[in-house]
């Protein structure tokens, strides 16, 4: 069975520049999450959907979107980029139950 | 605020000691808290969950223990590995696949 697969996985902007990640999860599974990685701020949750509906929504602000396609594929979007969003983007799906499994991340690095 | 922390950022333990690796977390209305093990370049990997109910589970060469009153989560690693050498994270849930996680313990093994 095929893992979570992010891409790409790596990326480098310029500020103020949009860019949009893309996250196929595992077969069958119908919830994805979105996190990010900074050595500063740990692990932090985006949001999350299920069934291409946004379920739960973490405190990021409005540049940060996402949604959800009918095969469960999940995209997130950040607009106006800033040198903070440089992070590791993290995806990961779950079949709704407590296991969640992640993908290897998008390196995103924002000049 | 949203906060699961860690007592310490590094721990070093010899090959085929026991490691334990400890959590406090913030909300008392988490269901299931986890463990995830996360290698270099890799997306975290579920190690084992706890349901709020349970004071303890076990696992192969893990054990996780909770302690509702002071809310504290800990993992206990039986026989360290080299491969056991990762940062490990815990997590709670915080609702609808939500999960909030610790900064994070770098765990070490001497040969």
């Known amino acids: 069975k095929a893992g979570v697969t992010q891409t790409p996985r790596y990326l480098i902007k310029t500020r103020g520049q949009q860019v949009t990640l893309s996250c196929s999860p595992i077969?069958?599974?119908?919830?994805v999450s979105w996190y990010q990685q900074t050595p500063g701020q740990g692990l932090q949750f985006l949001f999350e959907y299920f069934s291409e509906t946004q379920r739960n929504k973490g405190n990021f602000p409005g540049r940060f979107s996402g949604r959800q396609f009918s095969n469960s594929r999940s995209e997130m979007n950040v607009s106006t980029l800033e040198l903070g969003d440089s992070a590791l983007y993290l995806c990961?799906?779950?079949?709704?139950?407590?296991?969640?499994?992640f993908g290897q991340g998008t390196r995103l690095t924002v000049v | 605020g949203e906060s699961v922390g860690l007592h310490l950022p590094t721990l070093s333990v010899q090959e085929g000691d026991n490691s334990i690796i400890n959590c406090a977390y913030s909300n008392s209305a988490s269901d299931y808290f986890i463990w995830y093990k996360q290698e270099s370049g890799k997306g975290p990997q579920f190690i084992i969950d706890i349901r709020s109910n349970m004071d303890k589970r076990q696992g192969q060469r893990v054990t996780v223990l909770l302690n509702k009153t002071v809310k504290h989560l800990s993992l206990q690693i039986a026989a360290t590995q080299p491969g056991d050498s990762a940062v490990y994270f815990c997590a709670e849930n915080w609702g609808a696949q939500k999960l909030v996680f610790g900064q994070g313990t770098r765990l070490t093994i001497n040969p």
């Open positions: 990961a799906s779950s079949s709704n139950t407590i296991e969640a499994f």
């Open positions: 077969s069958g599974h119908r919830s």
